[in-house]
């Protein structure tokens, strides 16, 4: 596959020298010919030395707190909380979403834990919204050694809620499974938006969320059904009654106008609430559907709008809709800016970070924004500021034993907010010759070597290049499902043109931390430099995306990358001198890919002639699997991976993020059928459903042909 006319910048002159009788190659080669044969010879016949173009150290943080890893050497699948008992300041505990709770010391080189409350047989975790989501302690732990889990139960189909009283038989060591209690079990009509947050308030009694039920738009209307357990705040008595009481303050204790349990209601899908330790103030992130997350303060018998309105907007209907007796978000964040999925916080009140003190903390699970939010004591007015970013895949944040934050990734591990201590920010490369990675010229440095999927990632018909450079003494694996492990220092990059014209280059960089982040470089006017953009920009009508969008496709569960697969690579590349090499082969000749990797074949692109469902699966997988993928950050079900089979994929099933109008339960795809394919509505169209959700104006006329063409050629969908 040829690289356009980026290709002709990699024809740099080559130094050799001889040692011990061999050629060391100190630099790229023109062209290397044999006299005898003519045979051309790769443009690149050794690894390039690469002293420069590495990851640079990652910007410091502009405000007072950053965070640093802690507990470096623990990773957990599936986790959504991270909770220290009370009175214990020893030790943490974790709940993973299969099930499983497990506990260790409080130990920076901790490297073992152990299992607390094993329940993996009664959860059901299906589905990404699905599984054991939240513990509480009871306030007197020190004595009853109780828990309350909020977990689903039940088959794929047919998921149900249950919170459950557990307890220790071992004085706390352990949790019993044979002492379950259920206090609630109740059908879920869908298999998202189980919301699952508990805690309990200053009042003693426990606090329990719940979202609107699933699939999108609120079709029960439970949001605004008081008498429905979905879309509400619950607030139970578990210290009387039998399972419980209900607290006579309740706003519907009488059950005649609401649900007895229910505290407050409209709510879509809480994804975490808290309590401030000092004014006991609730506080809530509920995720939005396709435009805006709120943070909202919760009081007794409080409406919260949904699904009247998401967020500050009108929902149903989009305009016009009665707000009388609403309560509106304290914060807003739109998806158009970049935010995804909300995780609420904390408000902060420890000591390190002094100006943080009173402030909600929160973040945002697909961006890894993490912000703060003051209120004004004389206006009450509101002031949002981001801390830090490249928090990717926040399931969790809580506060320790002494008041300082902890952040909890899904699979990542646990992050800290720490003071920033830095008195001066250090420069961050501020042109492209500063990166190392190019020469004065803006023109890329030897040790960038070129590559090009076989199936690229739609971006608005712009022409794209890329480049990957590997620190010295270090090398790429590859891990068990064909993707690229780049190591710690290296940087890709991706250079866009429109119209022959330069409009971007963009680093992704994997800092020594070992995340993944993005820094786009603008060009300008008269295309002779590029400069870094500290946020979001436009070029020409190029849009450059912030550099926490560029986390949203760029995710942890993606790997931080994307393209770099084997069957992606599988195909041979025309390199500048004219020479063809099959690119898995180039980098293992070039002693930068380790192990002799498979040839799995290539990915089919969208215009060749590969079978149309290959093709159109393949569409699929590129443009959506970074986030449709089993704990990926996608909302739904959705697997689109290709090595996925269709019946597996969840395509056939009813679309659980809203049917856009083709009638309720109308499904992903629909055999024969494109036109009323919830897909294609995604796809195909502009607007706030618009799938991918970014990095993208135009839709793909020749990719979503193919798409349509195969779901028009299927007889049956399995």
Same mark, same amino acid.
């Given at each position: 596959m040829l690289v356009r006319s980026f290709a002709a910048l990699l024809l740099i002159g080559c130094q050799t020298k001889v040692v011990d009788g061999d050629t060391d190659v100190l630099a790229d080669t023109d062209t290397v010919a044999n006299p005898d044969t003519d045979v051309v010879g790769p443009a690149l016949t050794a690894r390039p030395a690469n002293a420069t173009c590495v990851a640079p150290?990652?910007?410091?943080?502009?405000?007072? @707190?950053?965070? =640093? !890893? &802690?507990?470096?050497?623990?990773? +957990?699948? @599936? @986790? =959504?909380? &991270?909770?220290? *008992? *009370?009175?214990?300041?020893?030790? +943490?505990?974790v709940v993973r979403q299969n099930g499983l709770i497990v506990r260790f010391d409080n130990d920076p080189n901790v490297s073992t834990t152990t299992d607390v409350l094993d329940i993996v047989g009664l959860v059901n975790d299906t589905s990404n919204e699905l599984g054991l989501l939240s513990i509480a302690f009871h306030p007197d732990w020190a004595n009853n050694h109780e828990i309350f889990a909020s977990f689903n139960t039940g088959t794929a189909g047919a998921p149900r809620s249950r919170v459950s009283r557990f307890r220790s038989t071992d004085g706390g060591a352990t949790i019993d499974p044979t002492t379950e209690e259920v206090l609630l079990n109740f059908a879920q009509p869908y298999t998202n938006h189980n919301g699952g947050s508990t805690a309990f308030g200053p009042d003693g009694f426990l606090y329990l969320g719940f979202g609107d039920g $699933?699939? /999108? $738009?609120?079709?029960?209307?439970?949001?605004?059904?008081?008498?429905?357990?979905?879309?509400?705040?619950? #607030?139970?008595?578990?210290?009387?009654? /039998?399972p419980y009481a209900i607290p006579s303050d309740n706003p519907f204790a009488d059950g005649v106008d609401g649900a007895p349990e229910v505290w407050a209601y409209g709510i879509r899908n809480p994804w975490r609430f808290s309590f401030d330790p000092v004014d006991g103030t609730l506080w809530l992130g509920d995720v939005g559907q396709d435009a805006v997350e709120e943070i909202d303060r919760v009081s007794r018998g409080g409406n919260y709008g949904w699904n009247t309105m998401e967020g500050d907007r009108c929902y149903d209907p989009r305009t016009g809709c009665d707000r009388a007796g609403l309560i509106l978000p304290v914060e807003t964040m739109l998806h158009s800016d970049g935010h995804y999925s909300v995780t609420g916080g904390v408000v902060y009140r420890g000591t390190a970070i002094p100006s943080l003190v009173g402030k909600y903390v929160w973040g945002d699970y697909g961006s890894g924004q993490i912000w703060s939010l003051e209120s004004d004591p004389i206006t009450g007015a509101e002031t949002k500021s981001e801390l830090v970013s490249g928090v990717a895949s =926040?399931?969790?944040?809580? /506060?320790?034993?002494? $008041?300082?934050?902890?952040?909890?990734?899904?699979?990542?591990?646990? #992050?800290?907010?720490?003071?920033?201590? =830095?008195?001066a920010p250090e420069a961050f490369p501020a042109t492209l010759p500063e990166t190392g990675c190019f020469d004065a010229d803006n023109q890329p440095l030897p040790m960038l070597i070129p590559y090009a999927p076989n199936h690229p990632f739609w971006s608005d018909g712009a022409e794209k290049a890329r480049w990957l450079s590997v620190p010295d003494g270090k090398t790429i694996s590859v891990d068990a499902t064909g993707h690229l492990v780049l190591p710690k220092g /290296?940087?890709?990059?991706?250079?866009?043109? &429109?119209?022959?014209?330069? &409009?971007?280059?963009?680093?992704m960089v994997r800092h020594e931390d070992g995340d993944w982040a993005g820094y786009s470089y603008a060009w300008n006017d008269a295309r002779t430099q590029a400069t870094l953009l500290p946020g979001s920009g436009l070029v020409d009508g190029?849009?450059?995306?912030? !550099?926490?969008g560029c986390l949203r496709c760029h995710n942890a569960t993606a790997g931080g990358t994307?393209?770099?697969?084997l069957d992606q690579l599988d195909v041979e590349r025309t390199q500048s001198n004219g020479y063809v090499e099959n690119q898995i082969d180039e980098l293992v000749r070039l002693?930068?890919? !380790?192990? @002799? *990797?498979t040839h799995p074949g290539a990915l089919p692109p969208v215009d060749g002639d590969a079978p149309l469902e290959a093709r159109a699966r393949a569409w699929l997988a590129v443009n959506c699997a970074m986030c449709h993928v089993p704990q990926g950050t996608a909302n739904g079900d959705l697997d689109l991976r290709v090595t996925t089979s269709l019946a597996d994929s969840g395509l056939c099933g009813p679309a659980d993020q809203g049917d856009l109008g083709l009638g309720a339960g109308a499904p992903v795809i629909r055999a024969g059928d494109a036109a009323r394919s919830v897909l294609m509505k995604r796809i195909g169209e502009l607007g706030a459903y618009h799938m991918p959700p970014l990095a993208t104006a135009q839709v793909d006329e020749v990719g979503v042909g193919v798409v349509a063409a195969w779901i028009n050629g299927l007889r049956t969908c399995p």
């Open positions: 150290a990652r910007p410091p943080s502009l405000t007072d @707190a950053t965070t =640093v !890893r &802690v507990f470096p050497n623990l990773k +957990f699948d @599936a @986790a =959504v909380q &991270v909770i220290q *008992p *009370p009175d214990d300041p020893t030790v +943490f505990w $699933g699939l /999108a $738009g609120d079709p029960l209307e439970s949001g605004q059904d008081r008498h429905s357990l979905l879309g509400k705040i619950l #607030r139970i008595d578990v210290d009387h009654g /039998a =926040v399931t969790h944040i809580g /506060a320790d034993a002494e $008041g300082e934050l902890l952040l909890l990734t899904r699979n990542q591990g646990i #992050r800290k907010l720490v003071p920033n201590g =830095v008195s /290296a940087v890709l990059v991706k250079q866009f043109e &429109v119209d022959g014209q330069r &409009v971007e280059t963009r680093l190029w849009s450059i995306p912030s !550099r926490s994307l393209g770099l697969t002693g930068l890919l !380790r192990g @002799a *990797p």
